[in-house]
């Protein structure tokens, strides 16, 4: 079967060098195991952190092995009575065709509730990252200005539509123009192409009530922008700052804290791994607001094993509307 390792450390943007394919024998599963075929495979922006040697909240990937991350796959043996072949199950599983895991690191899902890509993306991490970052740090209220980068993505999308939801005026910021007609069909309220406008002045536009919640995905200068703008107990989730990601040096920029202190604005960083215990909540919450239609997804799906790097690379250039998958083989 084949196999994806870790090769190299990448210094900024990881390139073909970063990875290795290799070739080993299917696994054979242990009393208590399953056997996966791997289906679809996501692609995350935060295993660039992984890549990388330094103390984390997730362990580094270790070099000359194979990259783990989400995988919706089929159980093709199974030797634990909790699973049976046929089954579908999503969990953190390598990049490979198969893998032979115990019953417990994997979790079934069922594909006749949504398809079963949603598990890695709507009904999964990206969809409670947004559920819980939004409504537990954002906490947007009824008529305020929401804004969030990197508006067109897994996460971002998902945002922007929870603060409709929640009666916010929505201003989205993403990186081509076919993003920004699809946060106009989403119903964003203001959308900003920061690519080929003036963020701050786009945002002083779009803002003219200034910023009560800004969820940051991207970090950076669009960040900076935004901070200007911050009104009186405005609310910042730090999701992620992909703009630094592939920086090889410190990402040096403007201080922040007299903003805060000025608008009395509270920022807080956060991992969805710090609301496990309400995960439940969150995707039957999410589950149901796909279900009546007001919570729509996108997915965009390359196929192929050989081009997961490729795929996990666009991630940093934007090819991708929606969460990026990787269709290994078909169901
Ligand atoms: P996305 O689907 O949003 O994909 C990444 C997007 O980021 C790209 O499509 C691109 O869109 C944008 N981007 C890439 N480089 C830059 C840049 N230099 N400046 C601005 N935008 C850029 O990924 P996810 O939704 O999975 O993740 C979004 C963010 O949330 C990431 O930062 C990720 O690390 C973080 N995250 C955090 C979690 C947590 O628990 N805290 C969990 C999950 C994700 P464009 O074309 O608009 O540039």
Partial sequence: QKQIQLAQRPNGMPTAE????????????KEGEVLVRTLYLSVDPYMRGRMQDTKSYVEPFPLDEVIHGGVVGEIVQSNSPDFKRGDTIVGMLGWQEYSAVPAKAVRKID????????????????GLTAYFGLLHIGQPQEGETVVV??????????VGQIAKIKGARVV???????????????????????????????????CPNGVDVYFDNVGGEISDAVYSLLNKFARVPICGAISSYNKAGEDLGPRVQMKLIKSSALMKGFVVGDYADRFEE?????????KNGSLKYEETIVEGFENIPDAFLGLFSGSNLGKQLVKVTDP
């Fill in 18 to 29: 970063t990875f290795r394919f290799t070739n080993t024998s299917v696994p054979e599963p």
């Fill in 149 to 158: 980068s990197g508006a067109a993505g897994a996460v971002g999308s998902l």
């Fill in 172 to 206: 989205g910021i993403a990186g081509t123009e076919d993003k920004i007609q699809y946060l106009k069909e989403l119903g964003f309220d203001e959308t900003i192409n920061y690519k080929t406008e003036d963020v701050q002045k786009a945002l002083e536009k779009a």
């Fill in 111 to 126: 594909p006749d509730v949504a398809p079963i890509t949603t598990a890695l993306g709507v009904l999964g991490m990206p």
């Fill in 282 to 290: 969150g995707s039957r919450q999410l589950g149901a607001w796909v």
